[in-house]
């Protein structure tokens, strides 16, 4: 059943289904406030989603569900969460304009991450991993944003203008043209 590559439920889906619930559980400590366990999170989910695609190679689990799955929990734990992290952090003593034009910011980052994603799938083939990732992929735009909350945290840089001007530029990067090499 777990290495059954036509088992919605082997082995790689197993791991990616808990990257997904690492990062949907991990959003529910970033609106109670606890950034702390929810990055303790993203990190598992993050080994979790090097570890599905490793599985699924090592064992010919690949498959397009499994493709497709991956996109999704990419979704959660690369794009949506860390963007509630910062989105949360930066502006937990910000006006409501402030809130708003932010907002406004990390949903675009959201709809960036998405077209990303499905951008990766239309062209992604079971089984195979391109040397090159066009654009940056939503594991290094998450740590990107993660890189910007500890400037925020450590009290580096306070400005949530400059965080998103900083955002909009990772989100540009997503869909760009950008190589980035295939670790």
Known sequence: MLFDKDNRFNLANLITF???????????????????????????A??????DGKVAR???????????????????????M???LL????TAESSGLTESILGAIFIFYIVSGLRRLIEFNIKS????????FEGVPTPLG?????????LFAYGLVLNPYIFGVL?????????????????
């Open 18 to 44: 808990g990257n997904i619930a690492c990062g949907t559980i991990a959003i529910h400590f970033i609106v109670h406030g606890d950034f702390f366990t929810a990055i303790i999170l993203a990190w598992i």
């Open 46 to 51: 993050g080994a979790l989603d090097i570890a």
């Open 58 to 80: 090592k064992y010919n689990l690949s498959t397009e569900f499994g493709i497709q799955v991956d996109s999704y929990a990419d979704f959660i734990s690369f794009v949506v």
């Open 82 to 84: 860390p963007s509630f």
């Open 87 to 90: 989105y949360y952090a930066i």
């Open 125 to 132: 083939e079971e089984g195979t991993v391109t040397k090159y």
């Open 142 to 150: 998450a740590i990107l944003l993660w890189v910007l909350y500890l």
């Open 167 to 183: 955002v909009m530029v990772i989100a540009w990067s997503l869909n760009s043209k950008m190589k980035i090499r295939h670790p």
